[in-house]
């Protein structure tokens, strides 16, 4: 498994390449505010798109990579993800339709950037509806961000997501699975979402 090192303008990421012989896509999946990209929905998504004829890359954002857990700020995020893909467009994953995504954080920024990218789908996997909240402070619904995205989405939800579960949208399809936020306790359910939806966007 290729792992590269990408110049960002945020310092360096990273891709975890797992490419197929003679792919028909490209899925470009990034991890969540505090975890790496072996969380098992992204390995299980990772899996899905493999089986179906799907290159995939799993992108650590730079903070990532200095060894840092707390994020970077929206906009360093998105800058670093969109100057990825786009090196991961210019070579290995060269002309090949492209879906954007991630888990949590991830998806929040594959959403927020998806015309950027040139995306043509977006997989979002635990998507943080609302953060915790805080006392004295109104409910923050980052719903916006996915109404955002005018590209075929799927959102994969933990049907007991304390962070709540975002509702489906003219191209907004939204497929609850066992589990928590974690997307821990059946990976095979999320796997078996991936793969009936690529077939709707993908077509080889």
């Not at 990408?6 to 310092?11: C, L, M, V």
């Not at 999946?29 to 990772?46: F, K, S, T």
């Not at 920024?109 to 915790?132: I, M, Q, Y």
């Not at 949208?169 to 609850?176: D, Y």
Request: hydrophobic share 45%.
């Amino acid at each position: 498994m290729p792992v590269l090192e990408i110049d960002t303008p945020q310092g360096t990421a990273r891709a975890h390449l797992h490419t197929v012989e003679t792919p028909h896509a490209a899925l470009v999946l990034a991890h969540g505010a505090g975890g790496g990209v072996e969380a098992p929905d992204l390995v299980a998504a990772r899996e899905a798109a493999g089986a179906a004829g799907i290159s995939v890359a799993l992108v650590e954002q730079p903070y990532r990579v200095a060894g840092r857990r707390s994020p970077a700020g929206a906009a360093q995020l998105d800058a670093a993800w969109i100057a990825v893909v786009e090196e991961l467009r210019a070579n290995d994953l060269d002309d090949l339709p492209l879906i954007v995504g991630g888990r949590s954080l991830g998806g929040r920024v594959a959403c927020r950037t998806s015309e950027a990218t040139g995306a043509v789908a977006v997989l979002c996997l635990a998507f943080p509806l609302e953060p915790p909240r805080r006392a004295g402070k109104p409910p923050q619904s980052r719903l916006p961000e996915l109404d955002a995205v005018r590209l075929p989405t799927l959102v994969v939800q933990g049907e007991r997501d304390p962070f709540g579960i975002p509702p489906p949208g003219p191209s907004r399809e939204v497929v609850t699975v066992p589990g928590d936020h974690g997307l821990k306790a059946d990976p095979d359910a999320v796997a078996a979402a991936v793969r009936a939806w690529l077939p709707t966007v993908i077509h080889p």
